[in-house]
Every structure is written in C-alpha cells, then in structure tokens.
C-alpha cells in the first residue's frame, strides 16, 4: 500500500514525498509536481522521470512504475521502453484513424487533378460513396483483405456489372495509394478478385474478357517489354498499341501496311463488321513492324507481318502464351476494354472515336459528321496519347466533346 493519497498529493509542498518502492513525487519550488522511478537497472541505481501529474494521477503513476519495475529488473532502460510503447500506440492509433474513406477521400484529392475528364472526378468518389463506404469506410485501411472487397462486390456483380468493375478498379486504387503511403503492408489483393476464381461469372448476357485495369497497364506492358524479343511479343505489343483484336494482328500482311503513312488498312474481309479499317500507327508502332521485317522469310506482300511456324498465321495461343507470362489473370482481347476504360475515365476523347478506333459500329450520321472533319487525325492523337500512358509518359490529351461510352468487344 503507498503511503501518498490523493489529498496529500495535491497538498504537497516543495520536496520529494515517497510513495514507496522508489516512487517519489517531486514538487519544484514552482508548484509543478511530476513523478520520479528510482529502480536499478544492470546493478546500477537511476531515477527516471516518469510524467508530470498532469498527465499521471496516483494510481496511474502506480501502475506504470510497476510496469517500470518489471522492465527494469529485465535490466531494460524503462524511459527507452515507454518511448517506444508511446511510439507503437501512436501508430496503432494513427492507423485507426486511417479508414478507408479516409484515404479514398485523400486519393481521390491527390490523383483527380491529373484527369482531364471533369465528370469523372465526381463518378470515381460518388462510386465509393454509394457502394464501399457502407461496407468498409470506417475500417482501417491496413485491414482491408479480399473477403471485405468481396462483400462490397458480390450485390452488384452479376445485377450491374459494369458498376461492380469500376468500383473493383477504385477500391484497388485506394489500397495501392495506402501502401505506397505506408500505410498498409501490402498493395491491393486485386488479382484473385476476379470472375471465375472468388466472384461468380456474369451470366445472361455477353461475357467480358478478363482485362487488366488501366491503372496496371503501365506496369505489365513494362514486364512485356522487358520479355526476349519474338514474333510473338511482337504482335503482343502492337496488339495493344493498336487496340486491334487478336486475329486482326495475325492475320496482317505487309501488303496492308505503309510505313511511310505510318498506316496500317486492314480489307473488309478480315474485319468483323465487314467494312475495311484504318488503323494510324504510332512511332512505337512503326518500330515494331521495323523490328518485324528484319523477321521476314520473303519480301511477298502477303507476307504474314508476325507469322507462325514458317510463313502461316501465328497461332492465338501464340499472342495467350506471352500474355500469360506477364499477367496470367487477364487475355489479349481485353486489352481493348482496358484501351476502352482508360478512354472513358481519364480522357476527354469523344466515345465516337474510341469507338471508331475499336472498330465499332456507329451511327451513318455520326460517321459522317467525323469524316467530314478530320478523324484520322484525331484518332492518331488519342492512339499517341495510349502508347504515352503505356511507356508511363504523361500523355498529353486533348479535349473533345465528350460521347457516349460502351463496352469494346
């Protein structure tokens, strides 16, 4: 039992007053009052400052001086050790305070000043708003695992797709942000977060392919670059540059290509729409199809531009195999919903162009309207600007009157 009360603490005069195994009360000449351990610590006898009493009534300062004790007879300096249970505390504290909404809201005010489209600021937080934060605002950031984004998932998944992916690709994006901040271990657990693996396929309608998000695309066609060179690669990478559908790349001739124009024409034929497609080439492009050439087994202008085993067309799985290497849980189609994505939420291109880039089928009048102008121009701007975002490079993005957005296919 300790021989200070609270009465006797609070009418103590200048002096140290013992409260009993080395726990004094020291009152200066000033009035102020902290509190002083004297323990020994490695055979050595030491008086450690233990607060003031202020921050320490009796019985706080009690049970730390216990706590000290134990510390000290473990021959552990008792102020190191309290400094840095102080110091774990705060963080455990400060990563409390740091809820999910709260870095989303810090992500989406450090990030958004970068998108060019205005009305995607308010779509990529109002998203959150309505369908994460109900389930998992107020949690810690650092604690956010699959299962919680599952949760917020699974009710919209299969009713409204389109909504559930963009909400998948936002909350990625918000964990990511955290843990380059340092504040959580680990960056989004997005990749097993999928159809098909922990959220069930989208039945009733057209399947999507698996595409990587844009916000990833950047760092895979990294990966895919740094890969040995092949025809395979090769048709990869201009696969994605030109947002082209798979067996358009492979079944390109060189009699379809002018490199002078920087053009690439594809015949109605081997279009899907029946209608022949002009495809302007980027410099990243044209260094492809150059690197392509020096691969030709004949100078034929039917020559196949990324040919298979001997002068036939490559194999699909040729292009599914390197796409595989880089990204297992995604396919070279979807490369064009990702082309689509990035279109629709961090540019201003018109959805006609993209359109018209994927090859879509638009309206006669809308068609016309644009080839009155000069469209080729304009899609040879925005296919500049994709190979700038895929190097990482700040893409510079011109602003059109905004359209209409679907899905590429």
Known sequence: MGKLTNISVTNAKPGRHADGDGLYLHVRDSGSKAWVLRVMVEGKRSDFGMGSLSDLSLAEARTRAATWRAWAKEGRNPVFVQREEDRAKAALEAEGARTFKWVAEQAHEALSPAWRNPKHKDQWINTLKEYAFPKIGKEPVAAIDAPMIIAVLTPIWLKKPETARRVRQRIG???????????????????????????????????????????????????????AESAGRLALEFTIL?????????????????????????????????????????????????????????????????????????????????????RDDATVHGWRSTFRDWISECTNFPSEVAEMALAHTISNRVEAAYRRGKLLEKRREMMLAWENYLAGRAANVVSLPAGRTSSAA
């Open 173 to 227: 994006a918000v964990l990511d942000f955290a843990h380059v901040h340092g504040w959580r271990p680990t960056e989004a657990p997005m990749r097993s977060i999928v159809a098909g693996k922990s959220l069930p396929l989208q039945k009733g309608g057209k399947q999507h392919h698996a595409a990587v998000p844009y916000d990833e695309a950047a760092a895979v066609m990294k990966d895919l670059r740094a890969k």
């Open 242 to 326: 030109t947002a082209a559908r798979s067996g358009e790349t492979r079944g390109a001739t060189w009699a379809e290509v002018d490199l002078e124009k920087a053009l690439w024409t594809i015949p109605g034929a081997r279009m899907k729409a029946g209608k022949p497609h002009i495809v302007p080439l980027t410099p990243r492009a044209v260094e492809i199809l150059g690197a392509a050439a020096k691969l030709r087994k004949t100078n034929k202008p039917d020559e196949m531009v990324f040919p298979g085993r001997g002068i036939s067309a490559m194999s699909d799985m040729t292009m599914a195999k390197h796409m595989r290497a880089v």
